[in-house]
């Protein structure tokens, strides 16, 4: 049974860090790609990052380039997403999921098979 587990979100200031986890089980990690995506209230879910280790790229939404950081612990089976200098517009429900090959030039919610329950971020002013 594929599994995918995020935590990690919480309340935080304007200006912090947050680092999220999504932990993955049931399914060969090197042959998928795992990818971040949020949701604000009112808004639809879009994609934040990607990490494929199969080719080691990777994918940021040009929104969160040069303060997000994503990374992947395979022994681990596990994709952290480090999110430094957090704004209030970062606030969001953030999911992790996974599809199969590499990570697209633009990844999609409507691409991805599995997902992970989402968990809460908020950026305070």
């Known amino acids: 049974e594929v599994q995918l587990q995020a935590y990690g979100g919480g309340l935080v200031q304007a200006g912090g860090y947050l680092r999220l986890s999504c932990a993955a089980s049931?399914?060969?990690?090197?042959?998928?790609?795992i990818g971040w995506f949020r949701q604000a209230p009112g808004k639809e879910r879009e994609g934040v990052s990607c990490?494929?280790?199969?080719?080691?790229?990777?994918y940021y939404a040009d929104s969160v380039k040069g303060r997000f950081t994503i990374s992947s612990d395979n022994a681990k089976s596990t994709v952290y997403l480090q999110m430094n200098s957090l704004k209030p517009e970062d606030t969001a429900d953030y999911y992790c999921?996974?599809?199969?090959?590499?990570?697209?030039?633009?990844?999609?919610?409507?691409?991805?098979?599995?997902w992970g329950q989402g968990t809460q971020v908020t950026v305070s002013s």
């Open positions: 999921a996974a599809d199969f090959g590499p990570c697209s030039d633009y990844p999609e919610p409507y691409e991805y098979h599995y």
């Open positions: 049931g399914f060969t990690f090197d042959d998928y790609n």
């Open positions: 990490i494929s280790s199969s080719d080691i790229s990777t």
